[in-house]
């Protein structure tokens, strides 16, 4: 019979409990420094596709929008590669992927005005 405990660390090897967590902060503002509020904020961890502790999913997308000071935070976060993506009334799209390995990391985004549209006509 095994033992209740070889079962436990059975279950810690498999599904990754020593999975490094991130707690992220994004910073988004205008080129002038003034902080952006009601920014959508898209993050996704693009490591691999699962990633589990103590056998339960760790949540590996964001979905939330900047507070008047223009930030984001993000509680936990697995550590590795990830795409954050901020959209802004007025502002150019902004896309980019991080590699994190820090416990925390604030990552600073600068959002550029629209650019001028060109008419062929």
């Known amino acids: 019979m095994v033992r209740l405990p070889a079962l436990l660390l059975a279950a810690l090897v498999l599904f990754g ?42 949540r590996t997308e964001w979905e939330l929008r900047t507070n008047q000071e223009g930030a984001a935070d993000i509680p936990t976060i697995p550590q590795g590669k990830i795409r954050i993506q901020v959209i802004a009334h007025g502002y150019q799209t902004f896309g980019q992927d991080f590699e994190i390995e820090q416990e925390e990391k604030t990552i600073p985004i600068t959002l550029n005005p629209p650019q001028q549209q060109y008419s062929a006509h």
């Open 17 to 58: 409990a020593d999975t490094p967590m991130t707690k992220l902060n994004i910073q988004v503002k205008t080129q002038a420094g003034r902080p952006i509020d009601r920014a959508s904020v898209i993050v996704r961890f693009l490591g691999s596709r699962s990633v589990a502790k103590l056998g339960r999913h760790i």
